[in-house]
Antibody, heavy 119, light 107 residues
Framework: EVQLVQSGAEVKKPGESLKISCKGSGYSFTNYWIGWVRQMPGKGLEWMGIIYPGDSDTRYSPSFQGQVTISADKSISTAYLQWSSLKASDTAMYYC????????????WGQGTLVTVSS | DIQMTQSPSSVSASVGDRVTITCRASQDISTWLAWYQQKPGTAPKLLIYAASSLQSGVPSRYSGSGSGTDFTLTISSLQPEDFATYYCQQANSLPLTFGGGTKVEIK
């Protein structure tokens, strides 16, 4: 079974750094792009960016470029989303999802990681 | 960026009703469109891809149609487990963009 399992919920203060993870299993992790999607409380879905773990080729949405860093460690089949300095406005649920083999839709999705940033 | 506009933003319907949700792209995306279902507290689930192809395991009461800029998701006979929020997503070009969502509620 193809599965993405994300790290647990985080509570952080403004200005702190954070790295959340997404571990793939049940398929060849290096051969599929992994995307990240933000969902702010009560709001819709926003695409943040995507990484190809095979060579770490990464693309960002202009809205998130410079705000986050997407990376991957293919040796442990894990993708990451990180912040160097969190803001209260980063409070959201973050999902990773596997891109299809041929084009830009996503299945399956991870269960989500809730990030809460509050002083 | 390609803007995706869904309508309505919410719809109240009864079990057994036919429900139609529309999604409009700000430019021609051919059939590069996906539909997702999201239930409260859970991750989105892919329902339809390439505008009209049913993802494996998705009930046949779901169907998608359209091309170019106008697309439709139809639930032919609403079931209790279908009450959720539905999102369209264009897969034509980066950055990928989603519609604002349509919440299907119980009448």
């Amino acid at each position: 079974e193809v599965q993405l399992v994300q790290s647990g919920a985080e509570v952080k203060k403004p200005g702190e750094s954070l790295k959340i993870s997404c571990k793939g299993s049940g398929y060849s992790f290096t051969n599929y792009w992994i995307g990240w999607v933000r969902q702010m409380p009560g709001k819709g879905l926003e695409w943040m960016g995507i990484i190809y773990p095979g060579d770490s080729d990464t693309r960002y949405s202009p809205s998130f470029q410079g705000q986050v860093t997407i990376s991957a460690d293919k040796s442990i089949s894990t993708a990451y989303l990180q912040w160097s300095s969190l803001k209260a406005s980063d409070t959201a649920m973050y999902y990773c999802a596997r891109r299809s083999a041929t084009t830009e839709w996503f299945d399956p999705w991870g269960q989500g990681t809730l990030v809460t940033v509050s002083s | 960026d390609i803007q995706m506009t869904q309508s309505p933003s919410s719809v109240s319907a009864s079990v057994g009703d036919r429900v139609t949700i529309t999604c409009r792209a700000s430019q021609d995306i051919s059939t590069w469109l996906a539909w997702y279902q999201q239930k409260p507290g859970t991750a989105p689930k892919l329902l339809i891809y390439a505008a009209s192809s049913l993802q494996s395991g998705v009930p046949s009461r779901y169907s998608g149609s359209g091309s170019g800029t106008d697309f439709t998701l139809t639930i032919s006979s609403l079931q209790p487990e279908d009450f959720a929020t539905y999102y369209c997503q264009q897969a034509n070009s980066l950055p990928l963009t989603f519609g604002g969502g349509t919440k299907v509620e119980i009448k």
